[in-house]
C-alpha cells in the first residue's frame, strides 16, 4: 500500500533533517540523511568501527539505530512537532545478511498512519542493493503537556 504522505512543514528539506541529528547518536554513528521523499525518507550509515560488532560485522543493534531514528523523524515529520512528541515504543528486526564494509541505507515508508501510533516498514540494504535488514517500527504520538 502507497500512502501519498504530505510533511506536517511543506518547506522540510534534507537540511531540514541534519539539523535534528546534532550531538545525538544519530551523528556518533555517522548516519546522513540522503532522500527525501513525498511518502519515504533514505539514510545511510557506514559500517566501520562504531557501528561493527566484535567479529568485524554491521551489528544488530545498529541496524535498529538506523531503523528507528528513519521511523521517528518520519513520524515527526507528519505531525505539528510543536504539539507532539513522536517516540518509538516497539521494534522488530530480521537480519537477513551481514555487511563487512561501506555504508547500509535504510529507507522507511509508512504501513499506518493513525492519530495516536504510527507503523513504519525500513528496509535496510547494503551498496549492492541487497537486503541486510527488515525492520517494523511503531511510533507513539504524544500530545505534549501545556507549558
Given at each position: 500500500m502507497?500512502?501519498?504522505?504530505v510533511?506536517?512543514?511543506?518547506?522540510?528539506?534534507?537540511?531540514?533533517?541534519?539539523?535534528?541529528g546534532?550531538?545525538?547518536?544519530?551523528?556518533?554513528?555517522?548516519?546522513?540523511?540522503?532522500?527525501?521523499?513525498?511518502d519515504?525518507?533514505r539514510?545511510?550509515?557506514?559500517v566501520?568501527?562504531?557501528?561493527n560488532?566484535?567479529?568485524?560485522l554491521?551489528?544488530?543493534?545498529?541496524?535498529?539505530?538506523?531503523?528507528?531514528?528513519?521511523?521517528?523523524?518520519?513520524?515527526h515529520?507528519?505531525?505539528?512537532?510543536?504539539?507532539f512528541?513522536?517516540?518509538?515504543?516497539?521494534?522488530?528486526?530480521?537480519?537477513?545478511?551481514?555487511?563487512k564494509?561501506?555504508?547500509?541505507?535504510?529507507?522507511?515508508?509508512?504501513?499506518?498512519?493513525g492519530s495516536?501510533?504510527?507503523?513504519?516498514?525500513?528496509?535496510?540494504?547494503?551498496?549492492?542493493?541487497?537486503?541486510?535488514?527488515?525492520?517494523?517500527?511503531?511510533?507513539?504520538i504524544?500530545?505534549?503537556?501545556?507549558?
Amino acid at each position: 500500500m502507497r500512502f501519498m504522505v504530505v510533511w506536517f512543514d511543506k518547506n522540510v528539506s534534507l537540511e531540514t533533517l541534519r539539523s535534528l541529528g546534532k550531538g545525538t547518536m544519530t551523528e556518533h554513528l555517522g548516519i546522513e540523511w540522503v532522500e527525501l521523499g513525498n511518502d519515504f525518507i533514505r539514510a545511510k550509515m557506514p559500517v566501520d568501527h562504531r557501528t561493527n560488532q566484535p567479529y568485524g560485522l554491521l551489528h544488530g543493534g545498529a541496524s535498529c539505530v538506523l531503523a528507528e531514528t528513519l521511523g521517528s523523524v518520519a513520524s515527526h515529520l507528519i505531525v505539528n512537532s510543536s504539539q507532539f512528541y513522536c517516540v518509538g515504543i516497539e521494534i522488530n528486526a530480521n537480519h537477513i545478511r551481514s555487511a563487512k564494509n561501506g555504508y547500509v541505507y535504510g529507507v522507511c515508508s509508512p504501513v499506518h498512519l493513525g492519530s495516536s501510533t504510527h507503523v513504519w516498514d525500513i528496509r535496510i540494504t547494503n551498496e549492492e542493493e541487497k537486503l541486510i535488514c527488515i525492520s517494523r517500527l511503531t511510533v507513539a504520538i504524544i500530545k505534549k503537556k501545556d507549558s
